[in-house]
């Protein structure tokens, strides 16, 4: 097994040709960073306003200075914009710079009373028909609310830049993007030429649920030199069976943790799995889900790190 918290650069190297060259995200990003880290702007700063993804125009009379974010991936792009802004947390945001704050409970559920009492100035939560209730209650308080769908990398960047209107933090944003394409092209760029690796994305193993075409998971394996073998879905998220994954017969399988400290992966010894192929050659890599499964700032280096599995270290 391979693992991304103690890779083996030994055991990389049987599985695919010469290393890549992958620099490490923060050699690209530091210097663009760096530049757009003035001040948010004076205490007079004009109101503000955007259309989220419900369609609906999010306007403020001020920059949002009290801010909570029920939707994890969206609570890191907060994070990188203006980390201070942020009131509260929910138990999946795990970041250390964030454990000072409270934590309001679940992403479907927070404590919205509790909430009430920190005088939030902006709401982000769910724009998704089936998860709207949240966004409701919220209005019902009178907090102003900022819808969101985050499924590709495009809508990590145009999450980026409209959060940064409503923070007034446009060059943060702007600087946030350019080093994210940056850093995904860097990493597209060390593995151009290399044969396309086939790969299994595992997001849960009972019933076993993949990624399909268009995600910003299926993206982050195309930038990294892979192949989603299940690129040909209908659906963004689709639940397979395991005979369908025996069919095509990955060469290489890629397992998120959803939890830190999660076991690993016993079931890879059941029936089926242990006879595909990657799990018979040890090719499989076992990845944090906070990491791989949220469409944030982060994800040019769960690219850089699926291309040093599947292609090799630097």
């Not at 989220?52 to 920059?63: E, H, I, K, M, N």
């Not at 795990?94 to 009430?116: D, F, K, M, V, Y």
Request: proline share 9%; charged share 20%; with cysteine.
């Amino acid at each position: 097994m391979y693992t991304a918290d103690h890779s083996r650069a030994g055991k990389a190297r049987r599985f695919g040709p010469s290393p890549v060259p992958v620099l490490p995200i923060a050699a690209l990003l530091a210097p663009i960073l760096f530049a757009a880290c003035a001040p948010a702007g004076s205490p007079e700063a004009p109101a503000v306003s955007v259309v989220d993804d419900s369609g609906r125009t999010v306007a403020l009379a001020a920059p949002a200075r009290r801010v909570f974010s029920v939707i994890p991936s969206l609570t890191e792009s907060v994070t990188a914009l203006d980390a201070g802004v942020l009131v509260a947390r929910t138990r999946f945001d795990r970041a250390p710079e964030l454990a000072h704050l409270p934590s309001l409970g679940g992403t479907i559920q927070p404590n919205l009373e509790a909430l009430a009492g920190l005088d939030p100035d902006l709401v982000i939560t769910w724009a998704d028909a089936s998860q709207r209730a949240v966004g409701e209650r919220v209005d019902a308080l009178g907090i102003p609310v900022y819808r969101a769908e985050v499924q590709t990398i495009a809508d990590v960047r145009g999450h980026l830049r409209r959060l940064g209107t409503l923070l007034a933090r446009p060059g943060r944003a702007a600087a946030l993007v350019d080093s994210l394409d940056l850093a995904l092209d860097g990493v597209a760029a060390a593995v151009q030429g290399r044969e396309r690796v086939d790969v299994y994305y595992s997001v849960w193993h009972d019933p076993p649920q993949t990624t399909g075409p268009g995600t910003f998971i299926d993206q982050v394996i195309e930038h990294a030199g892979g192949r989603n073998i299940f690129s040909d879905a209908t659906r963004s998220w689709p639940r397979v069976s395991i005979e369908a994954i025996m069919r095509r017969d990955p060469d290489a399988l890629v397992i998120a943790r959803h939890a830190p400290g999660a076991p690993g992966a016993p079931w890879l010894e059941g029936p089926g799995w242990r006879e595909l192929r990657a799990v018979r050659n040890g090719r499989y890599l076992l990845v944090d889900g906070d990491l791989f499964n949220r469409p944030g700032p982060q994800v040019a280096e769960a690219a850089r790190r699926m291309a040093h599995f599947l292609h090799g270290p630097r």
